[in-house]
């Protein structure tokens, strides 16, 4: 039963952190494009504080705030 269980412990931990959980959801056939491009922009927009002192942020907010309607 020890081995049992270190093996059940092993196939766990794989299973719950050897997978890319998020590319997993995001490529995946059922997902549509468009929520792929969601996803992505929604991953690059809260990276962009950690990664880049939110200069992503701030270039999409100023684009915005520059066009005239």
Known sequence: TPLLTIYAKWAGYDYAFGQNWALTFVFHDWASPAQMICMTLVAVF????????GWLT???TNLLGSLSV
Request: glycine share 0%.
């Open 58 to 60: 701030s270039l999409a």
């Open 46 to 53: 809260l990276a962009d504080p950690l990664f880049l002192n």
